[in-house]
């Protein structure tokens, strides 16, 4: 007897018809044919179908000094409403993550406030050494801001030592917010990869800039351990649209950029030049948009928006679930035998995005009023129900690091 099967259209490489199984938490068996009971059988409907939930690798949940933007409840359940179930979490918080207390006080709050399962990145120490410690507090990986960019190649030598990731937000800081800020990508970049090791592990947050990814393109060919992140405001919005619709609180790092530099950015992603959809959560209190503060919330839309705009369940369930979820070592993001039970009914409904009933603090978006073609309607985490009916449950949440949940 099995805990749940799940019956109806699934998505595992396609779509097909069968049952999922889970029993302990995981994915015990998917079939075409009925092949046991379970304590509790659901039966999607015509309209449905079941994804792998999705895990995002770049997020700004603040809390702590930084309540009225988002606390860590408010935005792992705008996670899970977005199909979210596993989330990294950025360090530039009130205090900042970059010593062992904050890293270990982090790991605290979310263990016993967030609705998903979670990853933490801290910020270099002050002083050289001690990431080792940072990592035994719980964080997996290290973030680089532009202001730290000098320090990247200490910082790599370190993140190196200690087997941890390193992302880095390449943009020459002496040239954002400039006449020339739109090159500040493609200089960072290029002089990143200009002292790196063919082996050497880095992540390129949130590239925005085709002259970016095809420096990046190149350099993934003879350098085995780059990884590229692309969120979608770069990918589906434009300075233009965003300006028209939301003026100047359509700010954001990196900027926005013109229609032509999306639509290549679109071709880019075709051609597989970015591994990981991520959405840059980073919410603010609308006061702080309208005085400058940059970045948009994203996790209850970056799911169905990514459906919507590509009609490709293939390319979003390898870039924002199954590539995502490998680079955490996580046996999450498909839906595959021994795989954990994180999984999305996603509805063929149509709704229109307001950004005034998202549950996240955040309420400024340029995606605001447009039209979504795939709904999420129920989410599973480690085979329990923690999102259905607009109503969360909160379950054990797990901290990955080294591969593991912990
Ligand atoms: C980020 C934030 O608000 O935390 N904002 C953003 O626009 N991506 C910080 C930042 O990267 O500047
Ligand atoms: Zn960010």
């Excluded at 190149?218 to 780059?226: C, D, M, T, Y």
């Excluded at 954001?252 to 959809?277: E, I, Q, T, W």
């Excluded at 595959?336 to 509805?347: K, L, R, T």
Aim: hydrophobic share 40%; with cysteine; glycine share 8%.
């Amino acid at each position: 007897m099995f805990d749940l099967s799940i019956h109806g259209r699934v998505y595992t490489d396609r779509l097909l018809e069968g049952w999922v199984y889970v029993t302990g938490g995981k994915i015990a068996k998917v079939s075409r044919e009925r092949s046991g009971k379970a304590a509790a059988e659901i039966t999607l409907s015509d309209s449905q179908f079941l994804f792998p939930a999705a895990t995002d690798l770049h997020v700004h949940l603040r809390d702590w000094s930084q309540r009225r933007k988002e606390t860590v409840e408010t935005g792992t359940k705008s996670a899970l409403a977005g199909g979210v179930t596993t989330v990294a979490d950025m360090p530039n918080t009130e205090p900042r993550m970059n010593t062992v207390e904050a890293v270990e006080k982090r790991a605290d709050l979310m263990r016993a406030k967030s609705f998903a399962d979670f990853a933490l990145h801290a910020g270099p120490p002050d002083s050289p050494g001690s990431f080792a410690a940072l990592k035994k507090a719980g964080a997996f990986a290290v973030k680089l801001y532009p202001p730290e960019l000098g320090r990247f190649t200490e910082v790599l030598k370190e993140t190196t030592r200690s087997r941890m990731k390193l992302a880095v937000h390449a943009e020459e800081f002496a040239l954002v917010g400039t006449e020339r800020a739109h090159l500040a990508e493609g200089v960072a970049v290029r002089r990143i990869l200009g002292g790196l090791a063919s082996t050497s592990e880095v992540r390129f947050a949130h590239v925005s800039t085709s002259d970016g990814a095809s420096e990046l393109e190149r350099a993934k060919r003879s350098h085995s351990g780059l990884t590229v992140e692309v969120a979608p405001h770069h990918l589906f919005m434009s300075d233009e649209v965003a300006e028209e619709r939301i003026g100047v609180t359509s700010r954001v790092n990196p900027s926005l950029r013109s229609k032509a530099n999306a639509a290549k950015m679109r071709r880019m992603m075709r051609l597989g030049v970015f591994d990981f959809y991520v959405t840059d959560h980073a919410p603010h209190t609308v006061e702080e948009k309208f005085q400058g503060a940059p970045g948009f919330p994203g996790l209850e839309l970056a799911l169905p928006l990514f459906l919507t705009k590509t009609n490709d369940p293939a390319l979003v369930s390898r870039m924002y679930c199954e590539a995502p979820a490998a680079y955490l070592g996580l046996r999450k993001g498909k839906i595959s035998q021994g795989f954990w039970a994180d999984m999305v009914v996603i509805g063929r409904r149509s709704w229109k995005v307001d950004p005034e009933r998202f549950v996240s603090k955040g309420r400024v978006t340029p995606f605001a009023g447009e039209t979504m073609r795939y709904s999420v309607e129920h989410v599973f985490k480690a085979g329990r129900t923690v999102f259905s009916g607009g109503r969360f449950t909160k379950t054990i949440s797990r901290l990955a690091v080294d591969g593991h949940l912990h």
